[in-house]
Nanobody
């Protein structure tokens, strides 16, 4: 069982930056692949980024590639999402998720979810 708590969301102007954190508690965090997803009002939850359990492999949605960076610190049981050059279309609730095994990009493949943190980008 893994419990996930996101933080770091907020209001930022277009072009600005935010860093989201996801703190995990429970067993064997370092064996879980982690993902970030987001959901805007009226839209389906979509993949943002994922990282393998060791941190050696990362994956990004095309819409955030080159602007967002996912990383993890297994000693701190934390995964991060550094978001730069933010755009109004990045506005959404951001969720972190965990799964045992490979990093995947489908939300349905993840077993554990945080409660989400709101990111709002003003134009």
């Amino acid at each position: 069982q893994v419990q996930l708590v996101e933080s770091g969301g907020g209001l930022v102007q277009a072009g600005g930056s935010l860093r989201l954190s996801c703190a995990a508690s429970g067993r064997a965090f370092s064996t879980y692949a982690m993902g970030w997803f987001r959901q805007a009002p009226g839209k389906e939850r979509e993949f943002v980024a994922a990282i393998s359990w060791r941190g050696s492999n990362t994956y990004y949605a095309d819409s955030v590639k080159g602007r967002f960076t996912i990383s993890r610190d297994n000693a701190k049981n934390t995964v991060y999402l550094q978001m730069n050059s933010l755009k109004p279309e990045d506005t959404a609730v951001y969720y972190c998720a965990a799964r045992y095994g490979s990093a995947l990009i489908r939300a349905l493949d993840y077993d554990y979810w945080g409660q989400g943190t709101q990111v709002t980008v003003s134009s």
